[in-house]
């Protein structure tokens, strides 16, 4: 199972740091994506470092943004993409995900793609052309052998921060849509993924690992799932 940790805008210095000692404990291997101001200050035996964005550009005159190559150089291996929290408040479109994709693939920075459709789009029975519609988006022009390079997550908007999660047949459906696309890559699921869901995650086969949110920043919760799902 791969295991990632997306802190999202948390933590100050001083407090990535302690949470840093406490998470160096966990037993399982996971992949830590802090904010760009901790990667400097990233120091796990048990994790590989991850990034939450990147620049769709090279480095050059753009303000404010990071480039891949710069990533690299604080040996990040892995980048989201396409997280829905980027395409709503900072309205990143699949163009977007898609120039980030090449960038990261040019420097050996494995993209984590998140799709999800919205609570509408759900009530509407959309979910399969949307998923569809954001992975050919992201992945237009990619060659066979960069596509097998992809982690693709399942992220329901609507599940995340919220406590739901679909049912396993849901998932189970969409994972099976994403596997369509991407026959060998691994699959992660992510939203409200909790001590709590992971007994109802379990049911679902086709999980190869799960991104997680809110819980990646409570360390005794993280570990108490960290246990429930290795029994
Ligand atoms: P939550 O685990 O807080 O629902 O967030 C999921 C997420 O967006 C991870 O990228």
Not at 72 to 86: A, D, I, P
Request: a negative charge; hydrophobic letters at 35%; charged letters at 25%.
């Amino acid at each position: 199972m791969l295991i990632v940790l997306n802190n999202k805008c948390n933590l100050t210095k001083d407090e990535f740091l302690s949470y840093q000692e406490k998470i160096a404990t966990i037993d399982e291997e996971f992949v830590l994506c802090p904010s760009y101001t901790h990667l400097a200050n990233f120091n796990l035996q048990n994790a590989s470092l991850g990034a939450q964005n990147v620049s769709t550009t090279e480095m050059g005159a753009y303000t404010g943004e990071v480039a891949a190559s710069q990533l690299s150089s604080f040996n990040v291996k892995y980048c989201l993409v396409g997280h829905s929290e980027r395409r709503t408040y900072q309205h990143e479109t699949y163009e977007e995900t898609n120039k980030k994709i090449k960038e990261l693939l040019k420097y050996d920075i494995i993209p984590i793609l998140c799709v999800g459709e919205s609570k509408e789009e759900k009530a509407l029975n959309k979910t399969k052309d949307i998923i569809e519609k954001e992975i050919l988006g992201a992945i237009q022009d990619l060659s066979d052998s960069e596509k097998l390079k992809l982690i693709i997550a399942y992220e329901p908007i609507w599940s995340i921060g919220t406590g739901n999660i679909p049912t396993p047949t849901e998932i189970t459906e969409v994972l099976q849509i994403i596997k369509n696309i991407f026959p060998t890559n691994t699959l992660l699921y992510g939203g409200s993924v909790t001590e709590e869901t992971v007994t109802t995650l379990q049911q679902c086969p086709l999980i190869d690992g799960y991104l997680l949110g809110g819980i990646s920043l409570k360390v005794e919760n993280l570990k108490n799932f960290l246990k429930k799902m290795t029994n």
